[in-house]
């Protein structure tokens, strides 16, 4: 079974241009959930998709993010305008139930 | 008072001794426990997880909850170099959602 997918694994811009994560859950999974680790601070969530529905998303910084999920399958998070604070990891992970979640790798976002 | 506590470390054992990783929480109405291990550079890994106060054991892992004290633990016996790691106690708040909320992780360091 492929786990939880992330693109790019890795991306470095300059403040002002927009970027877009995508994340492919493992087949069957209904929720889906986005988190981000800014450096030296814990794991925080961003928000959570049941399908294509969005649950939860109190954990979204500002307006300047923005996640999809159309259809009910993979997600993006695009970030528009990126600023430096947004540097990080962003990590997507997902779960057949609401309890065990399995994480991607990761995208690194390095923003200049 | 951060939702969810863990010593950041770094411990130090000897291979072969056991390593003891605390965490202590503040949402009363949390129900689900998790701890995952995350390698440097690499995306968390569910270890373990438990939902009723009491001990749980897998291999040489045992996690402990005690919810009257709002405390939860990781156990790792007969501990290898290849348990050199971060460990992240990770709990479902019951107050938004069901989101997953992490602690700041606690390096452990296991010494040849």
């Known amino acids: 079974e492929a786990g939880v997918t992330q693109f790019p694994s890795h991306s470095v811009i300059e403040k002002g241009q927009t970027v877009t994560l995508r994340c492919d859950p493992i087949?069957?999974?209904?929720?889906l959930y986005w988190y981000r680790r800014v450096m030296g601070k814990e794991i925080k969530f961003l928000l959570h998709f049941v399908k294509e529905s969005k649950q939860d998303e109190s954990g979204m910084p500002n307006n300047r993010f923005l996640a999809e999920r159309t259809g009910g399958t993979y997600s993006t998070l695009k970030v528009q305008p990126a600023e430096l604070e947004d540097s990080g990891v962003y990590f997507c992970a997902s779960s057949h139930v609401q309890e065990t979640q399995y994480f991607g790798p990761g995208t690194r976002l390095l923003v200049l | 008072q951060k939702e969810v506590e863990q010593n950041s470390g770094p411990l130090s054992v000897p291979e072969g001794a056991i390593a003891s990783l605390n965490c202590t929480y503040s949402?009363?109405?949390?129900?689900?426990f998790f701890w995952y291990r995350q390698y440097s550079g690499k995306s968390p890994e569910l270890i373990m997880s438990?939902?009723?106060?009491g001990d749980k054991e897998d291999g040489r892992f045992t996690a402990q909850l005690n919810k009257a004290s709002q405390y939860v633990s990781l156990l790792i016996r007969d501990s290898q170099p290849s348990d050199s790691a971060t460990y992240l106690c990770a709990v479902i708040s019951r107050t938004s959602y069901d989101k997953v909320i992490f602690g700041p992780g606690t390096s452990l360091s296991v010494i040849p």
């Open positions: 949402d009363r109405g949390s129900q689900s």
């Open positions: 087949s069957g999974h209904d929720n």
């Open positions: 438990i939902y009723s106060n």
